[in-house]
């Protein structure tokens, strides 16, 4: 049960119908866990039905279920991915330099005004979207199947930019029905041509941060942000680890991928050490790469950090709580394309001070200098510097404890998670019914 979801505006979406899809398989990532949260946050404040398609790497999990969620009934409908091409598909990795130059020939070359008007825009309309490894055949005929046997009110898409999400957004139009599109990364991302073509199509367009917005959405995008259970992720519900740790621990969960920073921290690690400040780096999340895992292994034996760390694996919901509260420091010093990260929020939310790089939105995911610190992206020394502080100094580790418990309970409640997407689902409904484009 969640107990911080009381308004005297709940019922907003009683009788309606969403139907929504995502690349999530289960409920074990970031994403999974964002519509998880959410979807029992509305549950707590609305009556009434969701439809989720997700998909499924194996055919003999393609079942369909129901369950309930306080006042939501949500039905999962599983769609078939060949499982080789989950592992290749686009993940949101650190943008390459030919990432960044692709997007700055589209926004300032094919999207400047007099060419976008002149070849661009009629371009787009008629522009194919490429499929990309992961996507589900079919999503397009599982749409309109279900359009047809539920009485949707609203599609809400979670991943955009591929051939699947094309799909859905016709199917979605020859139906009469409004779709709301929910973008889950750094919004640079969103510059891109297929994104573009498709946020045109889209009655209302949101994302989880309002930084880096494309010029061409601004009047119209939306941040709904993020939000944790904050009764949950409360530092006297954790349980003692079950080793004890001489030295303080340095936290990174995330998957064991390049982008996620890794080999940063245990650059921090190292300057720690020869400053005689000891640590233990714990990395939790499953390992992407067994290679890259490796190659940490190896470069901790070299900086003389090989007793100092620990890979810990894909943590549930309570070990991470443990971590959380065992930990001194959250590190993530990632150069992925991120939303908002939300593990900036259960951290803080468990009285834990996070360092992070300043990349997509993690800015809007603490009050740097209270609690926690941004650090330019590269900066492993600046980074050291933050981390030894609050290592040291007690007084300071407290007071962004402190600060930042306080800061979660205010802005990244579920009950303000679910008043931001009911207004957000509201206003593109009341804009559909008035024939005019959501802002």
């Known amino acids: 049960m969640i107990s911080d979801l009381s308004s005297p505006r709940e019922g907003r979406l009683n009788g309606l119908t969403i139907l929504r899809y995502a690349h999530t398989s289960g409920n074990a990532g970031g994403l999974e866990q964002y519509i998880f949260n959410l979807t029992r946050a509305l549950g707590e404040r609305n009556q009434f039905a969701t439809i989720q398609m997700e998909i499924i790497d194996k055919k003999e999990r393609l079942v369909e279920t ?125 510059a891109g041509l297929s994104m573009r073509r498709q946020m045109a199509s889209a009655a209302g367009v949101a994302g989880v941060c309002g930084k880096n917005v494309p010029n061409y959405l601004r009047s119209r995008f939306c941040n709904v942000s993020d939000g944790v259970d904050t009764e949950f992720f409360r530092a006297d519900k954790a349980a003692p680890l079950p080793e004890n740790y001489s030295t303080p621990i340095l936290l990174l969960p995330a998957r064991i991928t390049p982008s996620k920073g890794q080999i940063d921290l245990l650059k921090v690690a190292s300057v720690l050490k020869k400053r005689r400040v000891p640590v233990t780096v714990a990395f939790a999340g499953r390992v992407d790469s067994p290679a890259f895992e490796k190659e940490l292994r190896q470069m901790a034996e070299r900086e003389g950090l090989a007793g100092q760390i620990e890979f810990i694996g894909q943590l549930d919901a309570e070990q991470l709580r443990d971590w959380y509260a065992a930990a001194r420091v959250l590190v993530f010093p990632t150069s992925h394309h991120e939303g908002l990260p939300r593990i900036l929020m259960e951290c803080q939310a468990m009285g834990l001070p996070p360092v992070v790089y300043d990349i997509g939105g993690t800015s809007e995911g603490l009050l740097d200098g209270r609690t926690g610190f941004l650090i330019p992206p590269g900066d492993v020394r600046r980074m050291a510097d933050a981390v030894e502080s609050l290592v040291k100094n007690d007084s300071l580790r407290a007071d962004m404890s402190q600060a930042g418990r306080r800061f979660v309970e205010e802005h990244f409640s579920l009950r303000s998670l679910a008043e931001r997407h009911e207004d957000f689902y509201l206003s593109v409904l009341a804009a559909h019914r008035n024939g005019a484009v959501a802002n």
């Open 66 to 190: 129901t369950a309930s969620h306080g006042g939501c009934r949500l039905t999962k409908i599983p769609l078939f991915v060949v499982p080789d091409s989950l592992e290749k598909s686009v993940s949101g990795e650190s943008a390459s330099v030919s990432d960044k130059l692709k997007s700055w020939l589209v926004e300032n070359v094919l999207c400047a005004p007099p060419v976008y008007q002149m070849f661009t825009k009629n371009y787009l309309r008629h522009r194919k979207v490429p499929r990309q490894p992961g996507e589900p055949q079919g999503a397009g005929a599982k749409t309109r199947e279900l359009l047809r046997r539920f009485n949707v009110n609203l599609i809400v898409l979670h991943s955009s930019g591929g051939a699947d999400a094309s799909e859905i957004l016709a199917e979605a139009e020859q139906a009469g029905v409004p779709v709301a599109l929910l973008h889950h990364f750094a919004n640079d991302r969103l």
